[in-house]
C-alpha cells in the first residue's frame, strides 16, 4: 500500500491561515486529478477541492473564495491554501487521488481552529 504524505496542519484562530502540502507517490500523482478530503470527528471524510492534470479547480461550496488548490507538476506536490479558516473546518485533512484510491489514503495532518 503506498501511502501519501500530508503536513502543515496546526493549531490556529479563527480567521487565520494555514497552507497544507502533500507529496504523492509519482503512481498517484500520474494518475492525473488529485483532490483534498477532511473528517470531522463523528462525521464522514468528505472532499474539500481537486484539481485536474491542467489545473481545473473544483471547490465544495462551504470553501469557496477562502480554499485554493494547487499543484507543482515539477515538484509533485499538492498544495491547500486555507485562509479565513472557521471553527468548522477543523478536520483531519488527507490528499488522495481524484476520485479517492483505498491504496492511497495516509494518516491525514489535523487542523485544529480555536474560536
Known amino acids: 500500500q503506498v501511502q501519501l504524505v500530508e503536513s502543515g496542519g496546526g493549531l490556529v484562530q479563527a480567521g487565520g491561515s494555514l497552507r497544507l502540502s502533500c507529496a504523492p507517490s509519482t503512481r498517484a500523482y500520474a494518475s492525473g486529478s488529485m483532490g483534498w478530503f477532511r473528517q470531522a470527528p463523528g462525521k464522514e471524510r468528505d472532499v474539500v477541492a481537486s484539481i485536474n492534470w491542467n489545473g481545473r479547480t473544483d471547490y465544495v461550496d462551504s470553501v469557496k473564495g477562502r480554499f485554493t488548490i494547487s499543484r507543482d507538476n515539477a515538484k509533485k506536490t499538492v498544495y491547500l491554501q486555507m485562509n479565513s479558516l472557521r471553527p468548522e473546518d477543523a478536520a483531519v485533512y488527507c490528499c488522495?487521488?481524484?476520485?479517492?484510491?483505498?491504496?492511497?489514503w495516509g494518516q491525514g495532518t489535523q487542523v485544529t481552529v480555536s474560536s
Open positions: 488522495n487521488t481524484s476520485p479517492p484510491s483505498d491504496q492511497y
